[in-house]
C-alpha cells in the first residue's frame, strides 16, 4: 500500500499550532486524519477528506494520528503502535474538550487502526489479541461520524460499506484480502456512523488487482463522505 502522495501538514483551523490544546478554546468540531503506508508523516490520502470537512465548518480543528505508517515487516508493529496512538489521542482530546464533536477519517492502514480501535475484535494478523475496542462507549459517543477509506478489515456488504466490492471479506471464505475481519463480525456500535469505502478493484480492501483503485478514494468519494459527516454534525 505505498503512496506517492505527499502529506498534507497538519492544519488547525482558527487556532494556534504553537498553543497547547488545554489553552486554546475547544472547537465545535475536530478531525483526526491517519495516513497510509509508507505515505511521509501527515495526513496522507486522508488529508482530502480531512480538507473538504475543515472547509466546510470554519473554526473546525483537526490533528494527525501520529504513528509509523510502515509496512513490510514492520507492519504489525505499525498497526499495534497506531491502535495506541488513535486511543490515546482521542481520549486526550476529549477529556480537555469533551463538548466538542469528533471525527475519525483514516485511509488504507489508517483505516485499519481506526477500525481497530473502534470496533475491536482483535487483529490477530497483526498480533493483536485482545477483542475489546480500545475507545471506551463513554469517549466513542463523542466520535459523531467515521470515514474508513481502503480499509483491509472491509466487510463488504456490512450496512456501512459503500463501493463496489462485493468481497464478503471474511476468513471462512478464503477469499484473498489483506487483513480480513472473521465471518460474521460488524461494527454495532458504530455502525450508523461508519461509512467504509471499498471498490472490487482494490487489492488491499478487496480482491482485486488495480493498485490505483486504492489511492482513488479520496477523488472518487470525497464529496460523498463529507455529505455523510454533515450529516452526523449539529
Avoid at 4 to 22: C, H, Q, T, Y
Avoid at 106 to 125: R, T
Avoid at 160 to 181: E, M
Avoid at 222 to 233: E, H, I, M, P, R
Wanted: glycine share 12%; aromatic share 8%; charged share 10%.
Amino acid at each position: 500500500m505505498k503512496s506517492a502522495i505527499a502529506a498534507i501538514p497538519l492544519l488547525l483551523v482558527g487556532s494556534s499550532m504553537a498553543a497547547p490544546l488545554e489553552k486554546r478554546a475547544c472547537p465545535n468540531i475536530h478531525i483526526f486524519g491517519a495516513r497510509e503506508t509508507t505515505a511521509p508523516a501527515g495526513y496522507g490520502s486522508a488529508g482530502t477528506v480531512v480538507n473538504l470537512i475543515l472547509n466546510a465548518h470554519p473554526g473546525s480543528t483537526a490533528e494527525v494520528i501520529n504513528y509509523p505508517a510502515a509496512g513490510g515487516d514492520s507492519y504489525a508493529s505499525s498497526v499495534q503502535a497506531g491502535v495506541k496512538a488513535v486511543t490515546n489521542q482521542i481520549n486526550s482530546f476529549a477529556a480537555s474538550c469533551p463538548n466538542t464533536q469528533l471525527v475519525y477519517v483514516g485511509y488504507s492502514q489508517g483505516a485499519q487502526i481506526g477500525d481497530d480501535a473502534l470496533c475491536g475484535g482483535g487483529d490477530p494478523n497483526q498480533g493483536i489479541s485482545s477483542t475489546a475496542a480500545t475507545i471506551s462507549s463513554s469517549v466513542g459517543s463523542k466520535i459523531k461520524a467515521v470515514i474508513f477509506m481502503g480499509d483491509p478489515r472491509q466487510i463488504s456488504g456490512a450496512s456501512y460499506s459503500v463501493g463496489t466490492s462485493k468481497n464478503p471479506g471474511c476468513l471462512a471464505d478464503q477469499i484473498i484480502q489483506f487483513d480480513p475481519r472473521p465471518s460474521g463480525f460488524t461494527c454495532s456500535a458504530y455502525a450508523s456512523r461508519i461509512q467504509a469505502y471499498c471498490d472490487a478493484a482494490d487489492p488491499y480492501c478487496s480482491n482485486g488487482n488495480n493498485a490505483a483503485t486504492h489511492q482513488g478514494y479520496g477523488s472518487e468519494y470525497g464529496q460523498a463522505a463529507l455529505k455523510f459527516v454533515n450529516s452526523k454534525l449539529t
